[in-house]
């Protein structure tokens, strides 16, 4: 057991001795952060145990109720943008301020999780002094919480004075309304006018971050073939179910290898009476061994780093559809989703703005994180307007599973990380 606590003493003495590099200005923030960590943890707390499933409407307002407060401790003016009722989400919570200093910030984070009020409870708990579990309590109320308790800081030593920031906390992040044309339209039309994204979704450490993300589409092919008895198969035909497997299998060959880009078939329904339910992703087929299928329904998803790569892969596939086998028909229609946040130099050097600030806090070097090991995110609808950076948020484990955690010990340096970022943002030339 003394094990682990020397290494925590030994890397706490070398932060304070190399934090040296940072200004007075930056020390005072730090020593701001370290003395109000205590409130950041009861509204982490706080929140963590208000559910706030994305369709829980009440619970996503109630939250966002909660940091407007606290959003306008840090100087912000806090507002709700309603969503129009065929939507059936909550809205969003904005908070802003102008001014003529620096980079115009955009400060994104979500209200919403993933587990809606029927789902098994699961309020917070401290696991152990370095550990606490709770629904949201890294995606990515940590996360939220990280950005509001370093614009407090900044706001008490009057660092925000004519500052733009633009806080944005999304309340259907984890399941957009559609069309996103509509859910997303305030968002994107409010980070036009910015220079930089700031994302809080879930760190990966205290050493990476994202200057990149996925985008995500989904792609429906449909399948159709003559029908007849199966001792004519391949004599008359091959039938829809061997069409859709020839299909399958060269996507793979011909597109698993390439880095970045994946391609998954979640649901497919072949047969000789096929029906499908889009809307509940419910399918039902009847077939008998003896009959060549006439119809097949395959659903999937497509992820990629950049729209080249998507546009690429797409024209694969349709070329691959396109090769029939005998007595088969085949179509593949695809729907966009999130875009990718590409890699840019823009997002380049604002990683290198937080990598000497991390160096110069002592933790060490920040570097670009794995974009394929990261999901599409909000950020991800602003990428093509203004330089990105993401992953700035809570550590943990096990998002979107019930024993989701916090890792306690790196949220202190989590919140100094993203206060110095957005002190050296905003007093930039």
Same mark, same amino acid.
């Given at each position: 057991?003394r094990?682990p606590?020397?290494?925590i003493?030994?890397?706490?003495?070398?932060?304070?001795?190399r934090?040296?590099s940072?200004?007075e200005?930056?020390?005072?923030i730090?020593?701001f952060?370290d003395q109000?960590?205590?409130d950041?943890e /009861?509204l982490?707390?706080e929140?963590?145990?208000?559910?706030?499933g994305?369709?829980?409407?009440?619970g996503?307002?109630k939250v966002g109720t $909660?940091?407007s407060?606290e959003?306008?401790?840090?100087?912000?003016h806090s507002?709700?943008v309603?969503? !129009?009722?065929?939507?059936?989400?909550?809205?969003h919570?904005?908070? +802003?301020r102008?001014?003529?200093?620096?980079k115009k910030?955009f $400060?994104?984070?979500h =209200?919403?999780?993933?587990?809606e009020?029927d789902?098994?409870?699961?309020p917070?708990k401290k696991?152990?002094?370095s550990?606490?579990?709770g629904q949201?309590?890294?995606?990515?109320?940590?996360?939220?919480v990280?950005?509001?308790a370093?614009?407090?800081?900044l706001q008490?030593?009057h660092?925000?004075d004519?500052?733009t920031i633009v806080?944005? *906390?999304? #309340?259907?992040?984890?399941?957009? #309304?559609?069309p996103?044309?509509?859910?997303r339209k305030? *968002?994107?039309?409010r980070?036009k006018l910015?220079?930089?994204a700031?994302g809080?979704?879930?760190?990966?450490?205290?050493h990476?971050v994202?200057t990149a993300?996925?985008g995500?589409? &989904?792609w429906?092919?449909?399948?159709t073939?003559?029908?007849?008895h199966?001792?004519?198969?391949f004599?008359?035909g091959?039938?829809?179910?061997?069409?859709s497997?020839? $299909?399958l299998n060269?996507f793979r060959?011909? @597109?698993s290898t390439?880095k970045?880009l994946t391609?998954? !078939?979640?649901?497919i329904v072949?047969?000789s009476d096929?029906?499908?339910?889009?809307?509940?992703?419910?399918?039902q087929? $009847?077939?008998?061994?003896n009959?060549v299928s006439?119809?097949c329904?395959?659903?999937?998803?497509l992820? *990629? =780093?950049?729209?080249a790569?998507?546009? &690429?892969?797409?024209?694969k596939?349709?070329?691959i559809?396109a090769k029939?086998?005998?007595?088969? /028909?085949?179509?593949?229609?695809?729907?966009?989703g999130?875009?990718?946040?590409e !890699?840019?130099e823009?997002n380049n050097?604002i990683?290198?703005i937080l990598n000497?600030?991390t160096?110069d806090m #002592?933790?060490?070097e920040?570097i670009?994180?794995? !974009? #394929?090991?990261r999901?599409a995110g909000?950020?991800?609808?602003?990428a093509?307007?203004?330089?990105c @950076?993401?992953?700035?948020?809570?550590?943990?484990?096990?998002?979107?599973a019930?024993?989701?955690t916090?890792?306690?010990?790196?949220?202190?340096?989590?919140?100094?990380?993203?206060?110095i970022?957005?002190y050296r943002l +905003?007093?930039s030339?």
């Amino acid at each position: 057991m003394r094990k682990p606590v020397l290494i925590i003493l030994a890397f706490f003495a070398a932060f304070q001795a190399r934090s040296q590099s940072l200004s007075e200005k930056e020390k005072q923030i730090i020593q701001f952060i370290d003395q109000h960590l205590p409130d950041a943890e /009861k509204l982490l707390i706080e929140t963590v145990n208000i559910n706030s499933g994305t369709l829980n409407k009440e619970g996503v307002q109630k939250v966002g109720t $909660i940091f407007s407060k606290e959003l306008e401790k840090a100087g912000l003016h806090s507002e709700w943008v309603p969503l !129009p009722d065929s939507l059936n989400r909550a809205g969003h919570l904005v908070a +802003i301020r102008n001014g003529k200093k620096g980079k115009k910030l955009f $400060i994104i984070g979500h =209200l919403d999780t993933v587990f809606e009020p029927d789902m098994p409870a699961n309020p917070w708990k401290k696991l152990n002094d370095s550990t606490a579990t709770g629904q949201g309590a890294n995606d990515m109320k940590g996360g939220d919480v990280i950005a509001i308790a370093a614009l407090q800081a900044l706001q008490s030593m009057h660092l925000l004075d004519d500052a733009t920031i633009v806080v944005y *906390f999304t #309340g259907d992040e984890e399941r957009a #309304g559609t069309p996103v044309s509509v859910s997303r339209k305030d *968002f994107m039309e409010r980070a036009k006018l910015c220079d930089v994204a700031l994302g809080f979704e879930g760190a990966q450490g205290l050493h990476s971050v994202a200057t990149a993300r996925r985008g995500s589409s &989904s792609w429906k092919l449909s399948v159709t073939a003559n029908t007849f008895h199966s001792s004519g198969v391949f004599k008359y035909g091959y039938g829809a179910i061997y069409e859709s497997a020839r $299909i399958l299998n060269e996507f793979r060959e011909q @597109l698993s290898t390439e880095k970045y880009l994946t391609f998954n !078939p979640g649901l497919i329904v072949g047969g000789s009476d096929v029906n499908y339910d889009e809307s509940k992703a419910v399918g039902q087929a $009847i077939g008998k061994s003896n009959i060549v299928s006439p119809s097949c329904y395959v659903s999937g998803d497509l992820r *990629f =780093l950049t729209e080249a790569q998507k546009e &690429s892969a797409r024209n694969k596939m349709k070329e691959i559809v396109a090769k029939h086998l005998n007595g088969t /028909k085949a179509e593949i229609k695809f729907t966009d989703g999130i875009p990718a946040m590409e !890699p840019t130099e823009g997002n380049n050097k604002i990683l290198q703005i937080l990598n000497n600030a991390t160096k110069d806090m #002592g933790i060490g070097e920040t570097i670009a994180g794995d !974009p #394929g090991s990261r999901g599409a995110g909000d950020i991800s609808y602003v990428a093509k307007y203004v330089d990105c @950076l993401d992953g700035l948020g809570a550590s943990g484990n096990g998002a979107h599973a019930p024993g989701e955690t916090i890792n306690l010990k790196e949220f202190p340096y989590l919140i100094q990380r993203a206060a110095i970022l957005m002190y050296r943002l +905003i007093h930039s030339d």
